[in-house]
């Protein structure tokens, strides 16, 4: 749990969000903040940041720091200053695209490296579930990268029509502060706002993720 928590009701929390160009991973987050979606792809140069507050489960309110990180900053001198005080990484990958799964490894063992071997709250999450039927990423294939990396279920998402976005979001969320989901509780929006980077602070890895039904 995020060293920013304390006994008051509010809680911080950073979240960083990593994987290859044209995931989805900016129309992700871009659909869980404001549930917004555009089919125009404009990359992201160096990263992009976001605050959404939520509230939880007992009357948690959560601010949430997102760091929306460009796919081209695998191996780049800033990568390690988007990590500062990282609380929860979410990798994002394409299910129609196989090789955007393959390089999660890649971007698995750059976070050891950059948080020196230490843990960290991870999720893996493949977007474009729309698209069941363009799938390359097999689903055994997906299942051996879990029991492998020591992770659990993987969460299918669609930033284009928001199937399974929230709810995976704020069910990741959850986990972290160990809270029950309060499926009544509705999400509040917030503005699109620049943060400051962080000294980078280790934490337990329970890479975390879940699989959901696919209509």
Sequence with gaps: MSDSEDDSNEKQLKVVVLGDSSVGKTNLIKR????EYSRSYTPTIGADF???RITLAENKEINIRITDVSGSELNKTMFATYLFKADMIFLVYDITKSE?????ISWLRKIDEVLDNRTIFIAVIGNKCDLEHKRSVRLDKTNSFITDNKLSNNYFVSARTGENVNSSFVNLISKYFNLPLDKQRPIIKAELVPTMNRKIQRRKVMATNQSCMIQ
Excluded: G, H, P, V
């Design 50 to 52: 976001y605050i959404k």
């Design 100 to 104: 955007s799964f393959d390089s999660l």
């Design 32 to 35: 869980f903040c404001y549930d």
